[in-house]
């Protein structure tokens, strides 16, 4: 039996908004014969409560210092503290013969820490003790810290943040792997016409020229500036219908909120919140343009679902964003600092319906295949060999 010892980035139940197959394509993904490569795996989750169970896959929850690590995160996050702090050390070392219990209970035969930060720490700390190989996730630019160098293969999204885990942290570049996010092309993530997606959008959002972006309401997805510029598309474009999707703290959705009523925007921009993932397709389908000037990226795993649903996209001109959207071939890159470039990307492909039909559909689908879920699998699985 071949066994994954895994250390998620998010509670085992938050991923009970995504279908089984989605969420193994991560944790227990197919090998080029569709056969999972994993016997078994569990995950190693101190967000969890209490142990849990979805998919197969049990979740053994650990920490009687929960609120600690919790606030760690928070204070990391809003950027009170650097994630270069190796503070998680000192939480986890306070429960080692409890974490160091479990791993060797379940004897994993290779580790997987799907963070560059607490679970990379947390990962080599069991790998270290088991003497099993550690593979170290990396997928925010913003978030990585000294804890790769402790990774016997470190997977990276983009060719962006490899060049980062080689230059500032010291990563021999042999032990790296450029993997990107997979996407589900043929059966998620393709177009839908006005009658299938309708029923998730609403009739009150039909019949209107559409903007959509997707993404947490946190700075770097620089939503402020879409803002400004959507004002000034709607006094070129009139008429105009802007959807955002994503989570938000209630200081943020409130700041939002205020600048969206400032500018005017109270009837043409709206905050939906998250929503399942199967209806995302269904938005982006609905969506004539998507637009966001994200000020950095993993890898934009947004914009490539737009792309495969055939909406052209606007967004940075920076990597690994414009080594996606290839400027007048599927969409535009824009200065992110520029409310007035991009609101003239966004109204150049709102004005004109046959540069939108050139630049999305079968171009926008094909230049994201690469991406496809299937093909990223078995990346992944060649990996793991």
Not at 6 to 21: F, H, L, M, Q, W
């Amino acid at each position: 039996m071949t066994k994954l010892l895994a250390i998620p980035n998010d509670p085992t139940g938050a991923y009970e908004r995504i279908n089984k197959d989605d969420f193994l394509s991560e944790f227990n993904p197919r090998d080029s014969n569709k056969n999972r490569y994993f016997d078994e795996v569990r995950f190693l989750n101190w967000k969890d409560e209490k142990d849990e169970e979805y998919s197969g896959i049990r979740s053994h929850s650990f920490l009687d210092d929960k609120k600690g690590a919790q606030d760690l995160i928070k204070k990391m996050s809003s950027g009170n503290i650097p994630f270069s702090s190796p503070l998680f050390k000192d939480i986890f070392a306070r429960e080692k013969d409890r974490i160091l219990e479990i791993s060797k209970g379940f004897n994993p035969d290779i580790i997987r820490a799907f963070n560059s930060h607490f679970a990379a720490e947390l990962g080599y700390m069991v790998a270290k003790e088991l003497d099993v190989p550690l593979v170290v996730s990396a997928h925010d630019p913003s978030r990585l810290t000294d804890a790769v160098k402790y990774a016997d293969s470190l997977v990276c999204i983009s060719d962006d943040l490899a060049t980062r885990a080689v230059g500032r942290h010291g990563v021999n570049p042999e032990k790296i792997s450029v993997i990107p996010d997979g996407i589900d092309t043929e059966r998620l993530f393709y177009p839908r016409n006005t009658e299938e997606y309708s029923s998730v959008v609403g009739e009150d959002l039909l019949d209107f020229l559409s903007v959509l972006s997707v993404g947490r309401v946190v700075p770097s997805k620089n939503i402020e500036t879409l803002l400004k510029a959507l004002a000034k598309v709607k006094g070129e474009v009139p008429g105009i219908k802007h959807v955002h999707l994503g989570n938000g703290s209630p200081e943020a959705m409130g700041r939002i909120e205020e600048l969206k009523d400032s500018l005017g925007l109270g009837e043409t921009s709206y905050f939906m919140g998250g929503i399942q993932k199967d209806e995302l397709p269904h938005y982006y389908s609905w969506a004539d343009v998507y637009a966001l000037p994200t000020l950095w990226e993993g890898l934009g795993r947004a914009q490539i679902e737009a792309l495969s649903c055939g909406t052209p996209v606007v967004t940075t001109d920076d990597t690994p964003m414009n080594t996606i959207v290839r400027d007048g071939f599927n969409g535009f890159v824009v200065d992110p600092k520029d409310p007035h470039m991009l609101a003239n990307r966004i109204a150049k492909l709102l004005g004109n319906e046959k540069l939108r039909k050139q630049m999305g559909g079968d171009r926008a689908r094909k230049s994201v295949k690469k991406y496809d879920i299937g093909r990223v699998m078995e990346m992944n699985c060649e990996n793991y060999d």
